[in-house]
């Protein structure tokens, strides 16, 4: 019998009870923005439009830097041999009207382009949506905000840019504060719907019988839910602005002529259509890469962002 006893002894270990380890709960390990990052690389396509995005942005800050074109230095215009030259090794996208590289022309307008939109959208973020997440909150804030967006909702963006255009004059300071005077508040306005719609559920409603001030409850119970969103608005916002910087500058109230722009080339070059039609369409296409690019990594991106993608 006592044989017995020593064999199931050896074979069976009692185990401790420790109440801190009833406690614990096992589920794996979970980082928000490592399976953000994780969902965001999976997709190969994804991953390669990225990386041609980044390139093309680092391009347009560094090659405008090295090939010190401006729009305000008088070409050789004698010199009739270097005037509507086509693409070639030594010309890249070939040469203008005027003997000017328009390889240099395109990447210096893209750079300027590229800044003015993301210096816009960073503004108008940074100030519409804290904005909209307290307007979402405060009713009393909702009764004289909503008639302020009601009455720049109703005022076409173009003709108010238009005539901001007029008044401050070209440049880029004037550009970028035409794109940030009214678009702040349609940020608030989306950022203010989305909240109203989470604002009220249980979580919310527990933490503000608790006593958490309002500040907290946006911060960590209603802004971490809108990241996602948050992302799809500024991919579809980029590419917007870009595209009224442009329309801006080729109807010659965007950054004027001394400064470069997509824009602007491509109104300068509208009229050698006919003959030379790769000095349109050579700034149109980078435009459209620059433009369908961000859209797709900002969508991607955001939907990456979405929690209920982590699987």
């Not at 109440?19 to 490592?34: D, G, N």
């Not at 940030?180 to 109203?196: N, P």
């Not at 400064?259 to 030379?276: D, F, R, V």
């Amino acid at each position: 019998m006592e044989n017995e006893n020593k064999n199931l002894n050896d074979l069976f270990t009692f185990a401790e009870f420790d109440e801190m380890e009833s406690e614990h709960i096992a589920a794996p390990r979970y980082s928000y923005w490592k399976s953000v990052f994780r969902t965001f690389f999976r997709n190969k396509f994804t991953v390669a439009v990225a990386v041609l995005l980044l390139f093309i942005l680092v391009f347009a800050i560094v090659q405008p830097m090295r090939s010190g074109y401006s729009p305000i230095i008088a070409p050789n215009i004698n010199n009739a041999d270097m005037k509507f030259l086509k693409p070639s090794a030594e010309h890249i996208f070939g040469t203008d009207h005027v003997g000017n590289e328009v390889f240099d022309a395109v990447w210096a307008g893209a750079r300027n382009s590229i800044i003015i939109s993301f210096v816009s959208v960073a503004i108008n973020m940074l100030i519409g949506v804290p904005v909209g997440a307290l307007w979402g909150f405060s009713k009393k804030m909702d009764k004289w905000m909503i008639e302020v967006y009601n009455i720049v909702a109703n005022i076409p963006f173009l003709l108010l840019a238009m005539i901001l255009c007029y008044v401050l004059g070209a440049g880029m300071k004037s550009l970028i504060i035409t794109m940030t005077c009214t678009e702040w508040i349609i940020v608030a306005y989306f950022i203010r719907t989305q909240v109203m719609i989470i604002r009220d559920r249980e979580y919310n409603m527990a933490s503000k019988c608790l006593g958490t001030r309002t500040g907290t409850m946006i911060v960590k119970n209603i802004l971490p839910y809108l990241i996602s969103v948050i992302m799809t608005y500024i991919s579809r916002m980029i590419p917007s602005l870009i595209s009224y910087e442009v329309f801006l500058s080729y109807l010659g109230l965007g950054l004027g002529t001394t400064n470069a722009s997509l824009g602007q080339s491509i109104s300068l070059y509208t009229s050698y259509m006919k003959g030379y039609p790769h000095l349109f369409w050579i700034p149109v296409g980078v435009l459209a890469i620059i433009s369908i690019s961000l859209y797709i990594v900002g969508q991607k991106l955001a939907d990456a962002a979405d929690p209920r993608t982590h699987m």
